[in-house]
């Protein structure tokens, strides 16, 4: 993917579908290294990062990283995160920021140039056409080299440009910490 040193770049990050992916690539995030990359590239105008929370839960695994990302240079949106149990009787959670997602990217495409969305969800192809057609360039950054693949191949084709996670994984990850199977961006 080209980038042009003075175009506009806005990052929006899927911390549920980002973790999923980089979890499955057998790596973490490191959120200080993804930004300097990004500034590197171009004028970072914007980066945001989505995850659900649950609302009745005093503490949860991601809040460390939560008040981190919203200190250092990204816009943190959450909302409250659905508990239910499923037909077997498990707790399931749901929190998805897909609507949180489109909006902000279509109310931010007229001040960008340069779209990178952090997600292979297949629900954003209509958003990134839609923004297409007001003349941003839009990339979608996940992975097609984990079973299964996390990218929507309607979305990567959609795209002006795929970046593979794994790649940019070489620039901006670090080796995963041990965790519980609690400890999760879900």
Do not use: C
Not at 35 to 45: A, C, H, M, P, V
Not at 133 to 155: A, H, I, N, Y
């Amino acid at each position: 993917m080209t980038f042009y040193p003075n175009e506009r770049l806005g990052l929006f990050i899927d911390g549920a579908n980002l973790y999923s992916a980089a979890k499955a690539l057998d790596f973490d995030i490191d959120y200080r290294k993804l930004l300097e990359e990004f500034k590197k590239r171009g004028r970072l105008l914007r980066a945001n990062y989505y995850t659900a929370l649950l609302e009745n839960d005093d503490y949860t695994p991601i809040r460390p990283l939560i008040d981190w990302l919203d200190y250092n240079g990204f816009k943190v949106v959450t909302k409250a995160a659905k508990e239910y149990s499923d037909d077997t009787g498990r707790r399931r959670i749901k929190g998805d920021m897909d609507v949180e997602i489109a909006v902000d990217i279509m109310e931010a495409a007229p001040y960008l140039d340069h779209i990178l969305l952090f997600s292979g969800d297949g629900d954003f192809r209509k958003v990134v056409e839609a923004a297409q057609r007001k003349g941003v360039r839009v990339s979608v950054v996940s992975t097609l080299k984990s079973t299964p693949p996390m990218t929507s191949d309607d979305l990567r084709r959609q795209a002006d440009s795929f970046i593979e996670l794994a790649d940019l994984g070489k620039l901006v990850g670090r080796e995963r910490r041990q965790r519980d199977d609690n400890d999760s961006e879900d």
